[in-house]
């Protein structure tokens, strides 16, 4: 089996709201990508999640690289990532580079998974066929309380037995906690809540703040300083009862092992795009594992979704619907766990429809 061609474009998909969008709309900007074989199995994926003057960049260097590896056979994963990330800089992994291979190796375990008749949760390891989900890309820092509340109680009502909200924005820590006290009495004591500060905070503040935060029985606090902060954030882990989650912000795997080594984090947060694709997710996950540490994902549900099903240290995977509308699939969650597609591949499909409507020239 060969890679034979390659098609690419770009989508703008819209976003009600988002960490950038001020609560007045927005849209999100993908490279899609169709890797087709000479056997004609053909597998997809999508690079994407930089700034929208990067987008044009982030495409040219997704063609330069597969162009580079029409002639191989696509289940080499492992030598194709490699490959890919030496002849593109050979220095740290970052930036758009990273994100070009992780588009390219997800259509590749595509191309996998459908070449072997077998889901890439299955050829991953297989752990289970169900992951425990929470809803993400709802409750935003610019909501007021009473928006907060309702849209809170809306997602119980969907069905969803996790949430995150996000904070981090406000001028006194007597109104930080406000809002941390609405969404507890919106949802009761039942529904899981994480919290997102998107590297809000200093060390001193989180450290404050996040002290009086345990009385509401957080699963996690995300991102509450300065994401290379790695010493100040293992004085914010030392420091609380509740669990730190980090790790989104990071290129390649070598800072996961940073963070771990450090004692910097309690749960590690890999992100797809940022780590490499599949093939160096799982390896965070791995590593994350022989720590004893719980392993979560971040953005890119319906892929991140075979990985973290993969894992024995898998824990949440993170419901965001901005990538729901390329794809004719989404995921299905049922009592507020994702079931896992049993057709091969990733089981997804673009929607051409909409890709063409979102088209980006």
């Not at 912000?249 to 984090?265: A, M």
Request: net charge negative; with cysteine; hydrophobic share 40%.
């Amino acid at each position: 089996m060969k890679i034979q061609r390659y098609e690419t474009g770009i989508v703008g998909l819209p976003r009600a709201e988002g960490p950038l969008s001020g609560g007045s709309g927005d849209v999100a900007e993908f490279i899609t990508i169709k890797i087709i074989t000479d056997d004609g199995i053909e597998g997809i994926g999508y690079s994407g999640f930089a700034s929208s003057i990067m987008v044009k960049a982030l495409k040219e260097t997704v063609d330069a690289l597969l162009a580079e590896i029409v002639g191989e056979d696509p289940r080499r994963v492992e030598h194709i990532n490699t490959h890919l990330r030496n002849i593109a800089g050979g220095g740290a992994p970052a930036g758009l580079v990273t994100r070009a291979v992780s588009g390219i190796d997800v259509a590749l375990w595509d191309i996998k998974g459908k070449a072997a008749s077998e889901p890439v949760h299955r050829l991953l390891g297989g752990y289970r066929d169900t992951v425990p989900t929470y809803a993400s890309g709802f409750l935003w820092r610019t909501f007021d309380l009473e928006r907060l509340a309702t849209t809170s109680k809306d997602l119980v009502k969907q069905g969803f037995k996790a949430m995150k909200f996000r904070m981090g924005a406000e001028d006194s820590a007597k109104k930080e906690i406000a809002r941390m006290q609405t969404m507890r009495e919106a949802v009761g004591d039942e529904i899981t809540l994480m919290l997102d500060i998107n590297q809000g905070w200093d060390v001193n503040t989180a450290i404050t703040i996040g002290r009086e935060l345990a009385a509401y029985d957080l699963y996690w606090l995300e991102d509450p300083i300065n994401h290379q902060d790695f010493e100040g954030l293992a004085r914010v882990a030392d420091a609380l009862d509740t669990p730190i989650a980090a790790g989104e912000y990071h290129y390649g795997i070598e800072p996961f092992r940073t963070q771990v080594e450090r004692r910097s984090i309690d749960i590690v947060m890999v992100d797809l795009l940022r780590a490499g694709g599949i093939t160096q997710w799982m390896k965070a996950a791995h590593l994350a594992e022989s720590y004893n540490l719980p392993v979560v994902t971040h953005l890119a549900t319906e892929v991140l979704m075979h990985c973290l099903a993969a894992c024995p240290n898998g824990t949440y995977v993170e419901h965001m619907p901005w990538t729901f509308a390329m794809f004719n699939e989404e995921p299905n969650v049922v009592n507020g766990e994702i079931v896992l597609p049993q057709s091969p591949g990733l089981g997804l499909s673009f929607n051409e429809d909409n890709l063409q409507k979102y088209a980006v020239s």
